[in-house]
């Protein structure tokens, strides 16, 4: 499915991009908590890889995507290597790296439904596994450096336009309407949704009658 709405190269190369900047944002998480260079780039892997290989493992594709092409194996220790180096300066594009960020969400959420679909998977499971490839990396991040997962306190959601995404590719998978176009259009709304999340810091629901403004417990 994924190789009829997109050729091979332009599909490689657009997970390479989303593997980069999840590489990017591990490594600098990394920095920020005093890692070593093995920590960095173990952060970076992690960060890159981990919902992309959680959710092959679901579906039996072994050996997962991550160990068949080194290319995937690589990309991050690239990005860990540019962070350990120069740091400073990308912290510094923060922003950019952030807007990167959003789209890789975009694109692992679209390209994880479709794929756990094509493993015979059915609608909702497979948007529960596209969900799961675009932030199941940083949930593993989150658990390694001992914080609780932003999944679980989706700050400026970050889960939720994954969410809606992977709930439209499978919405257009069951009426039969998956194609390029509405392929971007789930990768264009998911986009679009994360930025401006960002942008006007929205955040999901608390529990009912909660204020925001009530501290959280520790």
Same mark, same amino acid.
């Given at each position: 499915?994924?190789? *009829?709405?997109?050729?091979? *190269?332009?599909?490689?190369? !657009? *997970? !390479?991009?989303?593997?980069?900047?999840?590489? !990017?944002?591990?490594? !600098?998480?990394?920095?920020?908590?005093?890692?070593?260079?093995?920590? %960095?780039?173990?952060?970076?892997? +992690?960060?890159?890889?981990?919902?992309?290989?959680?959710?092959?493992?679901?579906?039996?594709?072994?050996?997962?995507?991550?160990?068949?092409?080194?290319?995937?194996?690589?990309?991050?220790?690239?990005?860990?290597? %540019?962070?350990?180096?120069?740091?400073?300066?990308?912290?510094?594009? $923060?922003?950019?790296?952030?807007?990167? *960020?959003?789209?890789?969400?975009?694109?692992?959420?679209?390209?994880?439904?479709?794929?756990?679909?094509?493993?015979?998977?059915?609608?909702?499971?497979?948007?529960?596994?596209?969900?799961?490839?675009? +932030?199941?990396?940083?949930?593993?991040?989150?658990?390694?450096?001992?914080?609780?997962?932003?999944?679980?306190?989706?700050?400026?959601?970050?889960?939720?336009?994954?969410?809606?995404?992977?709930?439209?590719?499978?919405?257009? %998978?069951?009426?039969?309407?998956? $194609?390029?176009?509405?392929?971007?259009?789930?990768?264009?709304?998911?986009?679009?949704?994360?930025?401006?999340?960002?942008?006007?810091?929205?955040?999901?629901?608390?529990?009912?009658?909660?204020?925001?403004?009530?501290?959280?417990?520790?």
């Amino acid at each position: 499915m994924l190789h *009829d709405l997109f050729p091979p *190269d332009v599909q490689h190369a !657009l *997970d !390479l991009a989303g593997i980069f900047v999840f590489a !990017l944002a591990g490594a !600098l998480l990394a920095v920020r908590k005093n890692f070593d260079v093995f920590g %960095i780039a173990v952060l970076a892997l +992690v960060t890159a890889l981990g919902g992309g290989l959680f959710r092959d493992l679901v579906i039996g594709a072994v050996p997962p995507a991550a160990f068949g092409q080194l290319s995937f194996f690589v990309t991050p220790l690239v990005a860990a290597a %540019i962070v350990f180096f120069l740091h400073p300066e990308v912290q510094r594009i $923060n922003r950019a790296i952030n807007v990167c *960020d959003a789209a890789g969400l975009a694109l692992f959420c679209v390209t994880g439904t479709t794929k756990a679909y094509e493993y015979g998977l059915g609608l909702t499971a497979s948007a529960a596994l596209g969900l799961a490839t675009a +932030v199941g990396g940083g949930v593993l991040r989150d658990v390694l450096v001992n914080e609780v997962p932003s999944l679980l306190r989706d700050r400026e959601m970050y889960a939720v336009p994954a969410m809606v995404g992977a709930s439209m590719v499978a919405v257009f %998978i069951g009426l039969e309407v998956l $194609n390029a176009l509405t392929t971007g259009l789930a990768i264009v709304t998911t986009f679009v949704l994360r930025l401006l999340a960002m942008r006007y810091h929205w955040r999901a629901p608390l529990a009912w009658n909660r204020r925001s403004a009530v501290a959280e417990e520790p």
